[in-house]
């Protein structure tokens, strides 16, 4: 009877070794892949006049203390980004969708430029975006409406071009904001846009938008603003 019981008895502590082990180097895993990340985003970064990155993201140091990055208190996860107003120039790799867990991206007011990654459609649990004023080109794709959580979303003063994505709001349940003035947008202003029926606040000045208001806009009931200055939107 003791034998057994002592047997038991190792045979728990066992198991309970192996979930520790494999617990800590799951975890481990998981913060390696936000730094591999984050230093991926780095070297995609040719200027950083302040010396932000430069001095401050290092391997000696963890990632969790990094000027303009937040871990969770639980899992030590990345889920704050916030470069805001850092005067960085470069591109934003695809990497960047590794960060899982990432709930705010904030790369405003910086020289960035290029295409968006599609990669960032990994990011699930991201409810605020902001890149506004820096250099982005390219068309705005309909995967820019694959964040569930997202309730702001700012592109403005950059040089996307061509129509809005008609079906932009079919997966964004939660906008509250959107922005995408002071771009080089064409075309109507399509009804899917008021598919986002919590939207309080909409911003579509300085593109080159056309054509009639659709009348659909009354089904947005919390609708605050909508700016459409300079567009020939009737």
């Keep these: 009877m003791m034998e ?29 892949t936000d730094q591999s990340t984050l230093l991926a985003l780095k070297a995609h970064v040719v200027s950083d006049p302040q010396n932000f990155l430069t001095t401050n993201w290092s391997v000696y140091t963890s990632i969790c203390n990094w000027v303009g990055v937040t871990c969770g208190s639980g899992h030590q996860r990345v889920k704050v980004l916030d470069l805001f107003n850092m005067s960085l120039s470069g591109t934003i790799p695809p990497d960047i969708g590794n960060l899982s867990f990432l709930t705010w991206l904030d790369i405003g007011y910086n020289n960035f430029q290029g295409l968006l990654p599609v990669q960032l459609t990994n990011l699930h649990r991201l409810n605020f975006i902001s890149m506004s004023d820096n250099n982005f080109y390219g068309e705005i794709s309909s ?22 994505p008609s079906d932009m709001c079919d997966r964004l349940p939660t906008l509250k904001e959107l922005y995408l003035s002071d771009n ?12 986002c029926k919590v939207i309080q606040n909409i911003s579509l000045a300085f593109n080159n938008l056309e ?18 200055r300079d567009n020939q939107i009737q």
Aim: hydrophobic residues 45%; positive net charge; glycine residues 8%.
């Design 184 to 195: 080089k947008l064409s075309g109507k202003i399509p009804i899917g846009l008021f598919k």
């Design 4 to 32: 057994n019981t002592r047997s038991i008895t190792a045979l728990m502590m066992a198991v309970l070794l192996l979930h520790f082990v494999v617990s800590f180097s799951t975890k481990t895993t998981d913060i390696n």
């Design 143 to 164: 995967w820019i409406g694959y964040f569930p959580k997202l309730q702001c979303l700012s592109m403005s003063n950059n040089s996307f071009t061509g129509p809005i």
């Design 211 to 228: 054509g009639i208001l659709p009348e659909e806009i009354g089904n947005l009931k919390m609708l605050r603003t909508l700016d459409l």
